[in-house]
């Protein structure tokens, strides 16, 4: 139940124990809250005074309402879930917003170790588009999560018995995969430009299930140059870094696709390393492929950042610089 006034909205949550959760430790939540929207947030027993501007008192109160809702689902909140509630569309919001926002498809990303869900629309779009396209194009800038919401899938998919394996590649250095002069053995070589990939598979993954199964290869991560020769059946494909693939390379990836597989291409139009005069792979993707049915193409900005807060106010500086004359 709220009550409204000119200076001030109260809401009241019916568990204490949640009213505790949904504060956070030294009510760090609420102080998020605060921050962002310029108001101030009192706990009053069970209820939350919210003073400030009435745009911003009505704004507060739903994120705190959703967030609420998280709770009595038997979910946590935590400073991401935050951060999603302000990102996400205002249509969005409402108790029945979890439902609605995935409609005919799933809620959330699930995973061994946890249970993603998109921060951002064009994130929740993109999800959209991995379960119902077989192959489905990411570009935006980094830090908008591409490739981890795409692995994040790949799991997800390989869990649930809808792929047999999970294959994940990337043009091994920026111009043309030169690794000879690094120290160790293959290996040792390219392991260093793969890291990302191995990150994300252990944000998802047990250490030891996830080293078992690079063991039996049902998880491979392998530089581009890699892929040639091979018919990928049955599994589920991810090219990070797509920009720096060349032309002949990128046809090459694609065309591996077999059946009963899945395949994701990430990249950012802006970080393109390749030689001068040479030609990115994924530039041309997109403009030969736009028109093809059940291939999908999925657009980020720098809004859809969800890293630290400086990267995006960094991305949007060096865009507004290449846009003035």
Do not use: W
């Not at 139940?1 to 909205?9: G, I, K, R, V």
């Not at 795409?150 to 690794?179: C, H, W, Y």
């Not at 040792?188 to 994300?200: G, H, N, T």
């Not at 996830?210 to 892929?227: G, R």
């Amino acid at each position: 139940m709220t009550t409204d006034t000119l200076s001030e909205a109260l809401v009241e949550f019916p568990d204490n124990r949640l009213l505790i959760d949904l504060c956070g430790e030294y009510d760090r939540n609420l102080t998020e809250i605060e921050t962002r929207l310029g108001v101030q947030i009192l706990r009053r027993g069970n209820q939350l005074a919210i003073h400030g501007e009435p745009d911003a008192q009505s704004e507060a109160r739903d994120v705190l309402m959703a967030l609420y809702q998280r709770l009595e689902q038997g979910r946590t909140v935590s400073p991401g879930d935050i951060d999603r509630e302000f990102r996400m569309a205002p249509e969005d919001t409402g108790p029945d917003r979890q439902i609605e926002m995935f409609e005919g498809g799933p809620v959330e990303i699930k995973t061994r170790k946890k249970l993603v869900e998109p921060r951002t629309d064009a994130q929740k779009a993109y999800v959209r588009s991995l379960f119902e396209n077989e192959l489905a194009f990411g570009i935006g800038p980094a830090g908008t999560g591409k490739t981890y919401l795409a692995v994040a899938v790949g799991v997800n998919m390989f869990i649930t018995g809808q792929v047999d394996k999970i294959i994940l590649s990337r043009p091994a250095v920026e111009a043309g995969e030169k690794l000879g002069y690094l120290p160790g053995d293959m290996k040792d070589k390219v392991d260093p430009y793969m890291q990302p990939l191995y990150d994300a598979l252990n944000d998802f993954l047990p250490g030891k299930q996830l080293a078992k199964m690079i063991e039996e290869k049902t998880v491979e991560i392998a530089p581009l140059a890699f892929m040639r020769g091979r018919t990928l059946s049955n599994a589920f494909v991810v090219l990070d870094e797509a920009q720096n693939a060349t032309s002949m390379q990128m046809k090459m990836f694609l065309t591996r696709l077999g059946e009963g597989s899945r395949m994701v291409i990430t990249g950012d139009r802006t970080q393109i390393d390749l030689p001068r005069g040479v030609a990115s792979g994924l530039a041309d993707a997109e403009r030969l492929l736009k028109t093809i049915p059940k291939i999908s193409f999925n657009y980020f900005t720098s809004k859809d950042v969800v890293r630290h807060p400086l990267v995006a106010a960094i991305i949007e500086a060096y865009e507004n610089d290449a846009e003035t004359p």
